[in-house]
């Protein structure tokens, strides 16, 4: 289980969604189908095994479209489920809870899909030292929510944002002029408390990298064999992090070179959807 995130960052991203759902006349078929007093008592309940997240994201779509809708949450993020299991309990206005659904499952199916997905990275590297770290790869929009849903899955978040670290990749190298003066003038240009990360993907790059005040260095597309030179060069003397191609047919072999973290995208940009759905 993980904290919950604030209700103040959550509730504008359901409303954006709740707003685009609607459209201009709103739900046309429940307010034409359902009597204004009707009730709804359901249960939103696993459909497959994985892990749960976004619970919240669903909560704040019911309770926008009626504060009168009751949800309780039977299983927090982070939580392992299995087929049957019960999530989240919900009853209140049909005609809310029916307008709803489809944002509020959305959310939550994401969101489960995500955690599930990191779930079977962070278990196939065991027992190995690397961490499962996920990327920018988010859907525009979602990055608070899926990189929240990579905590709930065992990862660890990397950049939230351009603004949180350097990491000077190949294209930065090739306008900078090189490694060197790319890493010179980053860490002219920043604070004490800004990490510096830079990407390579030959062992000649390292090499110079390793000459240079750097804290992480990516170590991109590299063969296992690569991999496992790259991290004895290093020594210790700088975080290692390997990325590329990285999913449950990849992971395992990397994490046994020893680096120190492995970055996917896959997880956020790719990991399919944990069924859940909302039964009377």
């Not at 770290?133 to 990862?155: D, I, N, Q, S, Y």
């Amino acid at each position: 289980m993980i904290a919950s995130l604030s209700e103040l960052l959550v509730e504008p991203i359901v409303r954006a969604a709740l707003i685009e759902d609607l459209g201009r006349a709103g739900d046309i078929t429940s307010d034409a189908v359902i009597p204004a007093a009707a009730r709804f008592d359901g249960v939103i309940a696993a459909r497959q095994p994985g892990i749960v997240a976004g619970l919240d994201a669903a909560r704040i779509a019911f309770r926008l479209l009626d504060p009168a809708i009751a949800i309780t949450i039977e299983k927090s993020d982070g939580t392992r489920v299995a087929p049957g299991d019960i999530v989240a309990r919900v009853a209140g206005p049909a005609r809310g809870i029916l307008s709803a659904e489809r944002v509020a499952l959305n959310f939550a199916c994401r969101l489960s899909g995500i955690a599930t997905a990191t779930a079977s990275l962070v278990e196939a590297v065991r027992p190995h030292r690397a961490r499962i770290v996920c990327t920018r790869k988010t859907t525009p929009g979602l990055r608070l929510l899926e990189k929240h849903a990579v905590r709930a899955g065992g990862g660890v978040n990397h950049r939230f944002g351009l603004d949180d670290a350097v990491l000077i990749k190949d294209n930065h190298i090739a306008v900078a002029g090189g490694i060197r003066p790319a890493v010179e003038r980053a860490r002219a240009a920043t604070g004490h408390l800004v990490k510096i990360e830079i990407e390579v993907d030959t062992l000649a790059q390292l090499e110079e990298v390793l000459t240079l005040p750097v804290d992480v260095v990516l170590l991109d597309n590299m063969t296992p064999e690569m991999l496992a030179r790259a991290v004895a060069m290093v020594g210790g003397r700088m975080l290692t992090e390997a990325s590329g191609r990285i999913n449950e047919a990849t992971v395992h072999a990397v994490a046994a070179t020893g680096v120190d973290y492995i970055s996917s995208g896959w997880i956020t940009h790719s990991a399919p959807i944990l069924d859940l759905g909302l039964d009377v």
